[in-house]
């Protein structure tokens, strides 16, 4: 898991993911690396990726 010690925010979410989205989204960073998360593979990671993000900015809206 990328560390998020950098963003200083305790966030919690249902998944690392949420959680990683959700600490960059507050942290106000504009771009989020989630290759750790999505892999290299060519697969399509775009629903968990919306989900995922989704969560995050709920969470970010409730701060």
Known sequence: MPD???T???V???NELVTYLAANL???NR???VAHYVGADN???SD???QAFQEAA???ETR
């Open 4 to 6: 998020l010690s950098s």
């Open 8 to 10: 200083g925010i305790p």
């Open 12 to 14: 919690k979410g249902t």
């Open 26 to 28: 507050l942290a106000g």
């Open 31 to 33: 771009r989020i690396n």
């Open 43 to 45: 697969s399509d990671h």
């Open 48 to 50: 968990t990726l919306q």
């Open 58 to 60: 709920a969470v970010q």
